[in-house]
């Protein structure tokens, strides 16, 4: 049985205990730049660093204090996967484009262990691998499917486990078949986005944090843009807000929805128990509706677990409960393990749960991540700054998207709809177990 959480469990990251992002000096806002770029997480820091090497004169806004939205809080998966399968894919953009997608996935993933290396950031980065759980039948076939494309298609060491090899990845009975990869890997998010800070101020890029950008507004040869401290006029501006957009721009807004991603971290376990039940000491994830995602600590001496959330307001108890039993349900041995941190994050999710980039007139985009934005975020951003540089060739990519023209409907920047659509996934994901157990 999972007890309730202890009242000393932390609601800030778990990431946080070894990483305090220092604040930035507070500086002077120059009237005129290049580059405005809105959001300081991974996309935004990703194309001010692209964009100060090429000479711009670039300017980063938060509203808040860098490392406090997704960037410094989420899972450390470093995955770069896609929501749709492949199949969803071709169905919906043709056979160029999803295999566009999946080809710039293996280079998005390089691209940033080769930025890892050259700029020196230590982030416990580790090439892992991953271990991809499949509870029924179906799902292992589909897994089967998959591992086959990535290993023919792409060249990536993939294959599937099945029976008693299972427990050679993870000590569970809930799976009777997973994919493992090779090509993913695991780091440590708040250190990731520290490094990149330093790297992009180090570049000569500006970055004003608790600065809010309220707004935007044309002009001739580009946009006026209104902050908390001032105006500024930029030759572009670039709009890297993901799951915090807020209502500086109400058209994004509602295209782009907001949804809560949750983690609890369990308290140090010894490594007999980390052997029985990470014995690969991978990064997990499974099929089912709510997404669960789960990893070793860096150190290996503690699993972090995460899911949907499923809440839009206040930090009710009831999402942690629900992660307990989950993590209990995968490893019973861990029912009642004591938590050392419960906290959660925004995603952002668009109408087709794909990330794209688009601009409109001098406004760039790079959004939508559907919770695995740490290889994504990197790689748009980098790509959203050779759009405005104007670099045909690198700009080019399979998430260069026209602007949504159709907002999320009956959605107007609050997600009544979340808790709904959560307990219809619960539903399905209960009903599948059932049927499971039954077969
Ligand atoms: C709990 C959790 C777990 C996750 N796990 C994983 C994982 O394991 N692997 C993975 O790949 N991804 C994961 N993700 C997703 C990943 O963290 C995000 O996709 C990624 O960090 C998005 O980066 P970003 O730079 O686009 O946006 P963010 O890091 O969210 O930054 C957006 C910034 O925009 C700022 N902003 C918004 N409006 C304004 C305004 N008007 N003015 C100024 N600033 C503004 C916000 O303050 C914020 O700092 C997870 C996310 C969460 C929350």
Redesign the pocket.
Known sequence: MSKLPEPSVKST?YWWEDCIIPPQPVRGIDPTCDVVI?????????AAIELARAGQHVQL????A?G??????????????IRPGRKELVKRFGEARASGIAHEGKAAREDLWRFLKEENIDCDFHLSGLFDGAMTVDEAEELRRHAEFLHRTLGIEAFTVDGSEVKNYIGTDLYVAGLVRKDIGGLQ?AKL?AGMIEVASSAGALLHEN????GSSTERGGVRVQ?ARGEVFARKLLV??????????PWLRKRLVPV????IATEQLSPDVMDRVMPARM?HGDMRKLSY?Y?PSPDGTRILF?GRDGTTEGDPIAPTVHLQTELARLFPELAGVGLTHS??????MHRDMVPRMFSSGHTVY??G?????????RWL?QKAAFKILGDREQSRSAFDFDPPPKAVPFYNGRPWFIPLVYSMYERHDRKMLRERKKS
């Open positions: 990251p809105v959001g300081g997480g991974y996309t935004g820091l990703s806004f938060d509203r808040q860098l406090h939205a997704a960037s410094g809080r989420n899972g450390g998966m470093a995955s770069g996967s998010p986005l600065t809010a950008v309220l902050t890297c807000t993901d799951g915090y957009t807020d209502g500086f721009d809560r991603s949750r983690i990064m995602y990893r995460g906290w959660f994050g925004y995603v952002a790079a959004t991540y559907c919770g695995s934005g740490i290889v994504w975020g951003g």
